[in-house]
């Protein structure tokens, strides 16, 4: 920005991004009304768990053979969406990609609200969920103990270390922030800002514990983005289920986690930078970029489905292969082509430098995004345990109002904390967008 | 002293104990004794030998108690009918004796039709007021129409009724094969059925008879043919045949199908007879008869009567010399065709194929004195019928009889209107009682004093084997007690006291304590063997109507046959939720009826599964849904006898339709002509395992060997595992099921929902997919062979339960160990650890493990029925079957109590106790000697899924099928 000096230009960069956090009147009814509307959406959802705890899992859809359906999707489906915000944050940070800065926040926010949403569901969806906690090995007086050989124990510690590391992660990159916000503001925001903010004043010291501690977690996150979802696939692949037992699923279900992830981003960036006001923040070369990111992931994900499909009709066994062609042919035929569709067809549009950086194209193709890599979880599931070794009991699914609800009550509670949290942090970095403002006057 | 000695004595001292406890007053604590018996113990079982009365077979059971409570019935391995198994309907008898529909006490119908609930003494008054004014109006006003009854209550009836100056007492089944009484008459000159041996046989031809399901006496003949199947297994050419437009279960087993048109199999079975004359095999027994024998089956060409039968001539040959060349063989003739127009003819056809085979007196002889040759014939009931409907009768009294269900036409429904006074003994609602004036609710059986001698030289003891739970009656006391007050002088005859000293004293007893009568009562009856009389064949030519041979249909007509359902026989046992639940056999369907099309024919009518047609016949018209079934000739379709009940009963009204209703009106016969189907919508059929052919390419689940297959022990193929197997240091529990003796009864599925207090989850559970049974007997069908002569149909039964692997996948999935491995093999599964996630049954490839959907319930009375040494789980837990392991803890016990090693034998499980063709055989793996590591061993034996390498305990015997 010709004319002005540097620090009038970083000056304008707190405004603007502290801005983003002071409410105009109509901003806060909206505001709060759209909490208060996701609030309402997961209470109905609640009430129906409530209900579903008493009468059994009779309200849902599961059946023999098929015992896990739209919870479980429901919760490698946020597990996925969790995956972005680490990835932006720690992996391209690591790799020093500068324009990850705009988004960061946002995504690291959706991480966290994400882990908090996909943990319900393994609790939700159990027979009986007041029993959750023996998941947890705790010394007691029985004796009894966690079978530490079971997919669902890995589970278990995997999501709760990412999501303390993204935590911490996120907190650490806020510090800097909140002092700024208690710098600015008085009265009780103040005070509370003080809290959170731990004494930061921003000496050289400061500032160098910060990015060595910031590398260190940056580099543990990055560790995890790939062991959870690696985990979280061998709920699937140490499995002997035909179209679950499969070595591939590891790297695979991380890629997949990641696009969905990154597609999550855009579906919530793009509106956020409007209603924020962050448009000069958040470039439309960052979203380009994340086009960009979603291209490889797709490709990454295509590969996975052919090489899927290789593995299974040359596997010299055949349930592999009939689950294949059952997931191509059989009954659940819509949700196989919607994947291919929406995952590996619609991304390829973004080849094109117009469809990357149309916000409009870029924001329904991450939604369509999210909607295939729902089908996909969805299919994955189902179709497996519908039709397995047996003919004789292969069964069927479909999902009730209970369990149609209870997802949806999902994104409400994933909304709702989303936003509660975005609207009371600043939403941008201000530091390290500071700091890039500075290395490029520099560069 | 064995266990079962030891049970049968706790078992006949407790039957007296028991029997002390009868007061007509429910109790109303569990444990009813305040000082109690010294041979009851608190939560030990107690079995009491007594007799099955859901059919006329007239099985031994031993009604397992625990407290006073019956929660169980097991087969009296002394008795010499059924050898200490029992079938589905048998096992399900402690779901009508615990039926929450059950009458609680007496009920007189008021002027508006209400029932208005009353006194005994006040019923017992009023009945004896009625019979008195009937007997003062002159004899033969007061009838009896009851079940079949022999011994003590037969004479009790006939004593009774002629107290009220009166004969009239029919006993009547709908399954009453009369066609073969009357056929015998005429061939040997003796109206009686003749006694078959089918283990004595080495072939087999059925005309229709069910003989494994519900034909006679199913479970005898369940364990003969098992007996003829294992001995045969190495003929080339099979065993078996069946003969008859539809596949019934028995068909199922059969090594052929010959699908002759509906009521041409007595066309078939003469032509069957001249093929053998004619082609010299004849028996040289028979060599006496031949002239006339020849002469008389002279019409009956093959070659003439193919376009009657729709058999080919040289599948006729070959039959005819497979059916002399096997030796002993035996021809039965039942189902749809003895109830036809030419059902006489058929049994006679059959009676002079079993001569000309020479199986008389040896397969088949007579004289055994079959209780069914007591059964009323169709002439009387007409005459009964005819009785009512005239206002002959003052008094009727139905007696665990269903005639206006059972009979077709609704004549003997608008006779029933014109009695005065309809009293009714039954214990749960029917369409007859709904009729009645009053209803005096007898006990079930397993609450009652009786005999019942199935046939000559065995006499089954009925005994309480526990005190009534309801304000119940047993029908015998009603008739004494009536008796005395209708004319104490002459009831003197009918002896002091109640029914029960009158059946001791019917059994000779001198005193409680008679050595000959306490050990009738721990055996369940007195057995001895009746040897057959000699009987020859007569000419009886002139009798013998010249040709009886079939109408001709016009082409496309669709002939609608009845068959009796094997599950709920004729309707009786409909009320009984188990057999609601457990899947048909043959269609796999569950709480509804059907009918069933061949699919060609459902494709020229535009018809698809589940569509709900209108059925019209010249009869009447019921609506009912469309079950596609290769197994029935294209121009047949059938129906299910037993369905579509009216009275008030929860699990049976309303469900399916009542196919009696489009049989022609005089009951002469369950085919009908010129049927018509039309489209009225669609409902889904909910049916279980429907997936019968195996999908191509997959290693078959239910495997069949050849008989040439060449006898080399299977090589196991088991790859490197990463840790070392589990050590079994005692015992490792192991299985053998003979997929060549099991055929698919469901008799296993049944003692499995008593032993193990499966919850029934109902008709929407079910289609939901939520059923809760531990076993499920699966059906693959081999790939269909072209339809033309003797086809195969090569079905097998494949029992499906926990196979308790050595490395069982669901094992270690489970986060908290709710399922492991226990060191005697087992896959323990531990309810109350177990937080519902799922993952041991998604990861289980044989999908046996059941989850709780819901909170099991029981309405009441049922909850008495629980087994208290199994757990009742709750909602959100998993649950399998465990090998019945209360059991083999028990069995242990006796082991231990009795200081000696456990030996093979000291522990069945409840499907293995029960099986009529004892297909499973349970023992320990880790005694070489033990029946089940020998048959484990066997060259036919193999693993279900062996590939996957979960090294199931359970190893399935191969099938063995014909060349």
């Known amino acids: 920005m010709p004319g002005q000096s540097l620090t009038v230009e970083l000056h304008r960069v707190t405004d603007d991004i502290f801005r983003t956090f002071t409410w105009s009147r109509v901003g806060w009814f909206a505001y709060w009304g759209s909490v208060g509307l996701c609030g309402y959406g997961w209470s109905i959802a609640g009430l129906l768990w409530i209900q579903q705890i008493y009468s059994g899992l009779q309200v849902t859809g599961l059946n023999h053979p098929v015992m896990w359906g739209f919870y479980i999707t429901a919760f490698v489906f946020w597990i996925g969406v969790a995956h972005s915000g680490t990835f932006v944050s720690a992996i391209l940070y690591l790799f020093h990609a500068r324009w990850r800065t705009s988004i960061a926040r946002a995504a690291e926010t959706m991480t966290i609200v994400a882990v908090m949403t996909a943990a319900i569901f393994p609790v939700l969806h159990l027979g009986r969920a007041w029993r959750f906690y023996w998941l947890i090995p705790y010394p007691n007086e029985r004796g009894l103990w966690v079978n530490f050989s079971s997919p669902l124990i890995w589970d278990a510690f995997a999501v709760a270390t990412y999501f303390v590391a993204s935590v911490l992660f996120w907190y650490l990159s806020l510090v800097p922030d909140f002092a700024v916000v208690r710098d600015r503001s008085g009265g009780r925001q103040r005070a509370i800002f003080r809290r959170l903010a731990l004494g930061w004043s921003g000496t050289a010291g400061e500032w160098r514990g910060f990015r060595r501690a910031y590398g260190i977690l940056a580099a543990i996150v990055t560790a995890l983005v790939v062991s959870v979802h690696s985990i979280v696939s061998w709920d699937f692949a140490a499995a002997i289920v035909p179209g679950w037992h499969s070595t591939i699923f590891a790297p695979y279900f991380v890629a997949g986690a990641i696009l969905s992830g990154l597609a999550m981003v855009l579906t919530l960036v793009i509106p956020a930078r409007f209603l924020l006001g962050a448009q000069d923040y958040v470039t439309v070369d960052h979203l380009e970029n994340v086009g960009k990111l979603i291209i490889v992931m797709s490709l990454i994900l295509t590969y996975s489905y052919v090489m899927e499909a290789i593995f299974s009709v040359r596997d010299d066994r055949p349930f592999t292969r009939s689950t294949f062609l059952f997931r191509v042919t059989g009954d659940f035929w819509p949700l196989f082509w919607t994947t291919i569709a929406c995952v590996s067809l619609v991304p390829l549009s973004l080849f094109r430098r117009r469809v990357r950086r149309s916000l409009t194209a870029l924001f329904c193709i991450s939604l369509l995004i999210n909607v295939g890599m729902w089908c996909e979880r969805l299919m994955t599931i189902v179709t497996s345990l519908a039709h397995d070794f047996d003919p004789s009991v292969w069964g069927t699914y479909r999902p009730s109002v209970f369990e149609w609800t209870i997802v949806g009550g999902s994104i409400s509670w994933f909304l709702f904390w989303y936003l509660l949290l975005i609207g009371h942090i600043p939403a941008v970095p201000i530091a390290e967008t500071k700091q890039n403002l500075l290395e490029s006057h520099r560069g | ?963």
């Open chain 2, 1 to 963: 002293m064995k266990r079962r000695d030891f049970l049968k004595v706790i078992s006949a001292a407790g039957g007296a104990a028991v029997a002390q406890g009868c007061s007509p007053a429910p109790s109303e604590t569990l444990i009813p004794y305040l000082v109690a018996p010294d041979d009851i113990v608190a939560g030990e079982a107690a079995f009491v030998a007594t007799t099955c009365r859901e059919c006329p077979a007239g099985c031994g059971v031993l009604a397992k108690t625990v407290d006073a409570r019956v929660i169980k019935v097991e087969g009296n391995p002394e008795h010499p009918v059924n050898r200490g198994t029992l079938c589905v309907r048998g096992q399900a008898s402690v779901q009508s004796l615990y039926d929450p529909d059950r009458f609680r006490g007496p009920l007189l119908r008021r002027g508006d039709g209400s029932y208005q609930s009353m006194s005994w003494d006040d019923a017992e008054a009023a009945l004896a007021a009625k019979l008195r004014e009937a007997r003062a109006r002159g004899t033969g006003r007061v009838a009896w129409i009851g079940q079949l009854a022999t011994g003590s209550f037969e004479r009790l009836t006939r004593e009774w009724l002629a107290l009220v100056e009166s004969d009239r007492r029919l006993f009547c089944e709908t399954f009453d094969h009369e066609p073969l009484r009357r056929a015998a008459a005429m061939v040997m000159g003796r109206a009686e059925i003749p006694t078959y041996r089918f283990d004595e046989a080495n072939f087999v031809l059925s005309f229709g008879a069910d003989f494994l399901e519900t034909w006679m006496s199913n479970v005898e003949f369940t364990r003969q043919y098992a007996a003829l199947r294992r001995r045969r297994a190495t003929d080339p050419f099979g065993c078996f045949v069946f003969a008859s437009p539809r596949l019934s279960l028995t068909g199922l087993n059969a090594d052929g199908w010959v699908a002759v048109r509906a009521g041409a199999e007595a066309a078939l079975a003469l032509s069957l007879v001249h093929a053998i004359v004619a082609d010299g095999l004849s028996h040289e027994s028979v060599r006496p008869h031949l002239d006339w024998v020849r002469s008389l089956v002279a019409p009956y060409a093959p070659e003439a009567l193919t376009a009657i039968t729709d058999v080919q001539p040289a599948d006729v040959h070959a039959l005819a010399r497979q059916f002399t060349t096997a030796g002993p063989s035996l021809a039965v003739g039942g189902g749809a065709a003895t109830r036809d127009p030419h059902a006489i003819d058929l049994e006679v056809a059959v009676l002079l194929l079993n001569a000309v085979g020479g199986n008389l007196g040896r397969t088949v002889t007579f004289g055994g004195g079959s209780a069914l040759d007591g059964l009323a014939t169709r002439d009387e009931i007409l005459d009964l019928e005819r009785a009512l409907a005239h206002g002959n009768i003052d008094v009727l009294l139905v007696h665990h009889a269903n005639p206006a269900y059972a009979l077709p036409g609704g004549a003997f429904e608008s006779a029933l209107a014109r009695v005065p006074f309809v009293v009714s003994l039954a214990s749960t609602p029917d369409e007859t009682t709904a009729q009645a004036h009053l209803i005096l609710p007898d006990h079930h059986s397993l609450e009652s004093w009786g005999d019942y001698a199935p046939r000559a030289g065995v006499a089954g003891m009925l005994q309480p084997a526990m005190a009534p739970i309801l304000s119940t009656r047993a029908s015998g006391d009603v008739l004494l007690n009536v008796a005395r007050r209708l004319d104490a002088e002459r009831a003197m005859a009918l002896g002091p006291g109640d029914y029960a000293s009158y059946v001791s004293r019917f059994w000779g007893a001198l005193s409680p304590s008679d050595q000959a009568w306490t050990d009738a009562l721990k055996r369940g009856g007195r057995y001895s063997s009746a040897a057959p009389v000699a009987a020859a064949m007569r000419d009886f030519t002139g009798s013998f109507p010249a040709v009886p041979l079939p109408d001709s249909r016009p082409a496309g007509s669709l002939t609608l046959i009845a068959f009796p359902s094997p599950f709920l026989y004729d309707g009786r046992q409909a009320n009984d939720a188990w057999l609601q639940e457990i899947p048909d056999p043959v269609s796999r369907t569950v709480w509804n009826g059907w009918i069933e099309i061949h699919p060609d024919t459902a494709r020229r009518l535009g018809l698809a599964q589940d569509d709900v047609v209108g059925v019209q016949s010249a009869s009447g018209s019921v609506t009912t849904v469309v079950r596609l079934y290769e197994g029935v000739r294209p121009d047949v379709v059938a129906m299910p006898l037993g369905y579509g009940r009216r009275a008030a009963l929860r699990n049976a009204q309303a469900r399916g339709a009542r196919a009696v209703a489009l049989l022609p009106p005089d009951g002469s016969s369950w085919r009908v002509d010129g049927v018509s189907l039309v489209r009225q919508g669609r409902r889904r059929l909910i049916v279980l395992q429907a997936e019968t052919e195996m999908p191509p390419g997959r290693p078959p689940m239910a495997q069949v060997i050849r008989p040439s297959a060449s006898a080399v022990a299977r090589e196991r193929h088991l790859p490197a595992d990463l840790y070392p197997p589990h050590a079994h240091r005692e015992h490792r529990w192991g299985m053998a099921i003979d997929l060549n003796a099991c055929t698919g009864c469901s008799a296993c599925v049944a003692a499995c929902y008593a032993e193990n207090n499966v919850p029934v989850a109902g008709e929407r559970a079910c289609a939901e997919g939520r059923e809760m049974s531990w076993i499920r007997i699966e059906r693959y069908d081999a790939p269909r062979v072209p339809a033309s002569g003797v086809r195969r149909f090569e079905s097998v039964f494949l029992p499906m339960l926990c196979q308790q692997c050595d490395e069982a996948p669901c094992e270690p999935v489970c986060p908290v160990y709710a399922t492991y491995h226990n060191p005697e093999g087992l896959n323990a599964q531990v309810y109350v650890r177990c937080i519902g996630t799922r993952f041991c049954s998604n990861n289980c490839p044989y999908k046996v493990r059941r989850f709780n959907f819901s909170r099991p319930s029981w309405p009441s009375p049922l909850e008495l029925s629980l087994n208290p040494d199994v757990t009742v789980r709750s909602a959100g837990v998993m649950e399998k079957c465990t090998f019945c392991v209360q059991r083999i803890q028990a069995g242990k016990n006796v082991a231990a109590r009795e200081q000696r090693p456990f030996r093979d034998g000291d522990v069945t499980p409840a499907c293995a106790q029960t099986c009529p063709a004892q297909a499973i055989v349970f023992g320990d793996l880790n005694d070489p000697a033990s029946r089940v590591t020998r048959l484990s061993q066997d060259r036919r034996s193999y693993h279900v899924l062996e590939e996957l390498n979960t090294r199931p305990a359970i190893a399935y015997l191969k099938r063995v099928v014909p060349e």
